[in-house]
Antibody
Framework: QVQLKESGPGLVQPSQTLSLTCTVS????????VHWVRQHSGKSLEWMGR???????SYNSAFTSRLSISRDTSKSQVFLKMNSLQTEDTGTYYC?????????????WGQGVMVTVSS | DIQMTQSPASLSASLGETVTIQCQAS??????LAWYQQKPGKSPQLLIY???SLQDGVPSRFSGSGSGTQYSLKISSMQTEDEGVYFC?????????FGSGTKLEIK
């Protein structure tokens, strides 16, 4: 069955770089896109970026120059790297599979990884 | 960016009651709207996509409607397991954007 699982450090120091991995199973990264979405402590959701099935990427301009998304199809993994972290980057980070064609929506989500930015 | 305005922010409903949540987009999103349910400590789950298509496995008491800039999610008979926070999301233009959420509780 389709599964996504995020992994990464729970604590990052301010100004440092966050590195997260999304490991997927039950589908191919060359057939489906994967998004990254974050949530601040139970509040609303914020779309960060997308790894397209052809390897292209799209980013939310709110994270311009700080965010990078890449993948390793042989390992079924999508990576998120975001630098210059601040306390306001604290939250839960999710990876989610894209379910649509004409429109983008998220049909499967990972469990999320809680990231705290603190010294 | 397309702004998604969701209302109400919270509501409580009795078992068996019909519940409606609204979502307004700042521009026409041509039915590119999805609804999600999130329970405490869990990731969001897709309920509706394309404004009115029911995701596989979602109970038929959930339905979505709307067009243009105005959309709604209806729960035809509130159940205890329907408690949670509901989000709308537009999938037409990047950046993809979400509503601020509606917290639904049992009265």
């Amino acid at each position: 069955q389709v599964q996504l699982k995020e992994s990464g450090p729970g604590l990052v120091q301010p100004s440092q770089t966050l590195s997260l991995t999304c490991t997927v199973s039950g589908f191919s990264l060359t057939s489906y896109s994967v998004h990254w979405v974050r949530q601040h402590s139970g509040k609303s959701l914020e779309w960060m970026g997308r790894m397209w099935s052809d390897g292209d990427t799209s980013y939310n301009s709110a994270f311009t120059s700080r965010l990078s998304i890449s993948r390793d199809t042989s390992k079924s993994q999508v990576f998120l790297k975001m630098n210059s972290l601040q306390t306001e980057d604290t939250g839960t980070y999710y990876c989610a599979r894209n379910g649509g064609y004409r429109y983008a929506y998220f049909d499967y989500w990972g469990q999320g990884v809680m990231v705290t930015v603190s010294s | 960016d397309i702004q998604m305005t969701q209302s109400p922010a919270s509501l409580s409903a009795s078992l068996g009651e019909t519940v409606t949540i609204q979502c307004q987009a700042s521009e026409d999103i041509y039915s590119g709207l999805a609804w999600y349910q999130q329970k405490p400590g869990k990731s969001p789950q897709l309920l509706i996509y394309g404004a009115s298509s029911l995701q596989d496995g979602v109970p038929s008491r959930f339905s979505g409607s709307g067009s243009g800039t105005q959309y709604s999610l209806k729960i035809s008979s509130m159940q205890t397991e329907d408690e949670g926070v509901y989000f709308c999301q537009q999938g037409l233009k990047y950046p993809l954007t979400f509503g601020s959420g509606t917290k639904l509780e049992i009265k």
